[in-house]
């Protein structure tokens, strides 16, 4: 699923140290929240994984892409196996919430018979059934969170990468988007939740990975009580 060996990754040309020799490795259908303070190489992990940037030493294999050797022109069909959720929700303003989440299966080529079928599907399983008529600024930050959720899982990713997904909300929506992802996972997606929110990471048992200045400082069940961030 997600495998990192010795990664190293330096933003030019300031020559700031992103990343320093950080292992990693998270399983198929696997639960896990990464976390750490600002500037800790949180945002460096996901765009390493989605193919953003290119790490300077080191071996990365996602989904089974090698991303020290994936050539440009396959970094779509990588694309295709995650699904990435926004603090700021990206939603598209003039589009209902239905064609939001369409929107992720055309640009793949999804039939309309297809998409009609596994739109509602989508919008039931993250609880926005009814909803489908009505655009972003009508609906609560939660609900936009929701349409997020289902548009990343519409296409069926191996994988849900979550960048603060609750960064925008109160918190009691944030702990139903949480829960919301536990029930994904248990469907069989798997859950990387990258977070700074240290009282939601405590409400669950899940694996917790802590990364500081770069490099991974805690990993295992009870990481997040063992490292004060």
Do not use: W
């Not at 990343?19 to 945002?43: M, N, Q, R, Y």
């Not at 240290?198 to 409400?203: F, H, M, R, S, T």
């Amino acid at each position: 699923m997600i495998q990192m060996n010795g990664v190293r990754l330096v933003y030019e040309p300031s020559g700031a140290m992103a990343l320093d020799d950080v292992d990693l490795e998270i399983h198929e259908g696997e639960f896990a929240f990464l976390v750490g303070p600002s500037g800790s190489g949180k945002t460096s992990i996901i765009k390493l994984l989605t193919g953003e940037v290119k790490a300077e030493r080191g071996e990365i294999s996602v989904n089974g892409f090698d991303l020290r050797r994936i050539k440009r022109r396959k970094l779509p069909h990588l694309r295709r196996t995650l699904g990435v959720i926004f603090q700021d929700f990206r939603l598209i303003e003039k589009m209902t919430v239905y064609d939001n989440v369409a929107f992720a299966m055309r640009v793949i080529g999804a039939s309309t018979d297809a998409i009609s079928k596994r739109v509602p599907y989508v919008l039931e399983l993250v609880g926005l059934t009814g909803y489908e008529k009505r655009f972003p600024q009508e609906l609560s930050g939660g609900e936009q969170q929701r349409v997020a959720i289902a548009r990343a899982l519409v296409n069926s990713p191996r994988m849900i990468i979550a960048d603060e997904p609750t960064g925008n909300l109160d918190p009691v929506r944030s702990l139903e988007i949480m829960l919301l992802l536990g029930k994904i996972n248990e469907l069989g997606t798997t859950m990387l939740v990258v977070t700074h929110e240290k009282e939601l990471v405590n409400a669950f048992s899940r694996r917790v990975i802590a990364i500081d200045n770069g490099n991974v400082v805690c990993d295992g069940m009870d990481g997040y009580y063992s490292y004060d961030i």
